[in-house]
């Protein structure tokens, strides 16, 4: 990799006032996009998938928490595996305090096909403390196309999925996968996901410990 070129303050900030303006349209699109995201439809997510958690078996609609918003990281651990994707290791290291999320009515969990016994050692070894669940056997990875089958065996894809709850209805609003993670993680970024977007949370943006949650 070469260094950048060395050149005066002068030249550097003209440089770098070129680029702001750049940056600033950037920033114009994607608060535009973001927009239009909040306004596709959504579909009602018709069945009544089971997993396993550490308090045992949950439905979608638990994994809710009792708040409208659920944003679900589809993480990558074949039933078979001993230990979880590095990639998406990875991605759950950079979620920061889930405070943030509760506080703007927004759950987060994690969700992969290895058995629920699998992912706990795992769990313990990375040293997370967030909703982590199965669901082995069902189906919700490969209707969330989350799995997708290639030359006939079940290939994972790491995502994200948003879902919205009216009532004891729950709507499936947004999903993407791969490159579609690159730059997320923060509270804020994971909200641009979500249908309602960002909420001020009541009483503002706090300390994490401050929340009345």
Known sequence: MSLP???????WRA???ALLAKEKAATRARDALNAERRRLPAVEV??????????GKATLLDLFEGRDQLVVHHFMFAPEWDAGCPGCSAFLDQIGHLAHLRARGTSFAAVSRAPYPRILPFKARMGWTLPWYSSYPGDFDRD???TVERDGQPLDRAGLSCFLREGDRVLHT???FGRG???LGS???LLDLTALGR???RGGVRHHDEYDL
């Open 187 to 189: 509270a804020d970024s």
């Open 181 to 183: 993670l690159d730059g």
């Open 46 to 55: 018709g069945t009544e998938y089971v997993f396993e958690g550490g308090d």
């Open 199 to 201: 909420r001020e949370p």
């Open 5 to 11: 070129e060395i050149v005066p303050r002068a030249d």
């Open 174 to 176: 947004y999903s993407a």
């Open 144 to 146: 969330l196309e989350a």
């Open 15 to 17: 440089a770098r006032e």
